[in-house]
T-cell receptor, first 113, second 112 residues
Framework: GAGVSQSPSNKVTEKGKDVELRCDPISGHTALYWYRQSLGQGLEFLIY????????KSGLPSDRFSAERTGGSVSTLTIQRTQQEDSAVYLC???????????FGPGTRLTVL | DAKTTQPPSMDCAEGRAANLPCNHS???????VYWYRQIHSQGPQYIIHGLKNNETNEMASLIITEDRKSSTLILPHATLRDTAVYYC?????????????FGQGTTLQVKP
């Protein structure tokens, strides 16, 4: 079956603009995670969704970052007023249950000029 | 979640077994050991995980010491396609959302 998909694969934006990144998890997976990978920080957790529970937002670096998951499926990560330090690869992962193996998408490479 | 320590890099000859060590001396009783790898320019890929017993699947074997303070991931017959960064992660799994805290990992270079 289809894996986790993310769009766009690449995004170049200007400092101060807002961006939206999309994640389509594997069908039926209830848990969805966002991570980002930058040269200076490695792979870091951002946010987690599980069913109808309140999301775990503990990894979001600032209030410019937000995410939502509609209908328990597709998720959108929004970064407002982008800064150059937001440049990174943003990875989405899903799993059938929290604690089980996570399947990662190919990522969205964000470049803020 | 407990912290892990891995060597920054390792080499392995193609066709030989690759043994990747991980120390997790502060692991607690309800924490699992997970291994993921990341091949260049791709998202991380799940390999295997375990709690106390040794585990084996089609990709690898995981050996966990009796005191659970360290573990070894074994790729029995490494190929060039196994060249990647390997991450050892300790997590409480479902009792802690399952989020993964990645360290720096071990860069495994498989050489012909």
């Amino acid at each position: 079956g289809a894996g986790v998909s993310q769009s766009p694969s690449n995004k170049v934006t200007e400092k101060g603009k807002d961006v939206e990144l999309r994640c389509d998890p594997i069908s039926g997976h209830t848990a969805l995670y966002w991570y980002r990978q930058s040269l200076g920080q490695g792979l870091e957790f951002l946010i987690y969704f599980q069913g109808n529970s309140a999301p775990d937002k503990s990894g979001l670096p600032s209030d410019r970052f937000s995410a939502e998951r509609t209908g328990g499926s597709v998720s959108t990560l929004t970064i407002q007023r982008t800064q150059q330090e937001d440049s990174a690869v943003y990875l989405c992962a899903s799993s059938s249950d929290p604690g089980t193996s996570q399947f990662f998408g190919p990522g969205t490479r964000l470049t803020v000029l | 979640d407990a912290k892990t320590t891995q060597p920054p890099s390792m080499d392995c000859a193609e066709g030989r077994a690759a043994n990747l060590p991980c120390n997790h001396s502060t692991i607690s009783g309800n924490e699992y050991v997970y291994w993921y790898r990341q091949i260049h320019s791709q998202g991380p890929q799940y390999i295997i995980h375990g709690l106390k017993n040794n585990e084996t699947n089609e990709m690898a074997s995981l050996i966990i010491t009796e005191d659970r303070k360290s573990s070894t991931l074994i790729l029995p017959h490494a190929t060039l396609r196994d060249t990647a960064v390997y991450y050892c992660i300790v997590s409480r799994g479902s009792s802690n959302t399952g989020k993964l805290i990645f360290g720096q990992g071990t860069t495994l270079q498989v050489k012909p």
